[in-house]
């Protein structure tokens, strides 16, 4: 279904003015008629009282980045798009199946019928609008509960602006185009995400060029939700949607494994701190008996050194403050 616009149809203000006159002077022309006795004039002028409001229908108002899609008896005849007033023939009918479904912005998407407003004593019908929206809009899922290529549950959440460019593709090629964006978005968010371990793992490839490499939904979250705009886009572009930018809201390992991940971090975050700390102390143990023998200061011999060595890497290893020992004897 390609896309037809209906670009020489803004002559709406001249059709309405000559409505208008016609109405006048049907009215004039029933009054004369009855004063003159004239029945052709009479039945004429009555029967267009009767019908005279009926092209008024054809009349059309849109605002900036707003489009309707018009059918006749069924078929597609064209879309009105950009801001005016138009005249179109009074039988077509706008067309939009997603008119009562909202995206919220902060869930998933929702369907809603007739709406009933009471304002004080007066109840009012509120009928959605058949205008499609060419504004860029926002779809904010809910979060989503998806196993990383290691198999941890993790929590995550994407935001997709999108925007319609082809009406008749969005209105005739899937059912509910707002409702069909949110399942791609979900099927796509999980297609990607089953591809990235949570943190860097070791030999796991995340490109699928065959070799390992660093990738993660934590470390490379940018590249991620590149990949899931990419995804998205393909699936959506039958419904003639298309998709500005996809951004990660939302990431964290999924409650039930939470805690355990964290005592994880913490232990991995303990070693690389506890192997940098020794490698510091022995660092220093080094250059103090290299000063030591350069300087002459004290002849130690190996079991000597192997005391002073014991000595400095428990107190520069340690978690407290060392407790010194005045040693006024000899160790043999």
Known sequence: MNEVILNKKSNGMMMLILFVILYLLAVVLFIMSISSGTIPTLIIS???MCIGWFPFLGLKILKPQEALVLTLFGKYIGSLKGEGFYFVNPFVQAVNPAASTKLSQSGDVKSEGLQLLRTGQSTEISVPSKKISLKVMTLNNARQKINDVLGNPVEIGIAVTWRVTDTAKAVFNVDNYKEYLSLMCDTAL?????????DVAPNIDT????????GSLRGSSTVVADRIKEEIQKRVDNAGIEIIEARITYLAYAPEIAAVMLQRQQASAIIDARKMIVDGAVGMVEMALDRLQENKTVDLDDERKAAMVSNLL????GNHDAQPVVNSGSLY
């Open 190 to 198: 999980r297609d990607i995400v089953r591809l990235y371990p949570y």
């Open 46 to 48: 009555l029967i267009w």
């Open 207 to 214: 490109t699928g060029d065959g070799n390992p490499d660093d």
């Open 314 to 317: 428990v107190v520069l290893c």
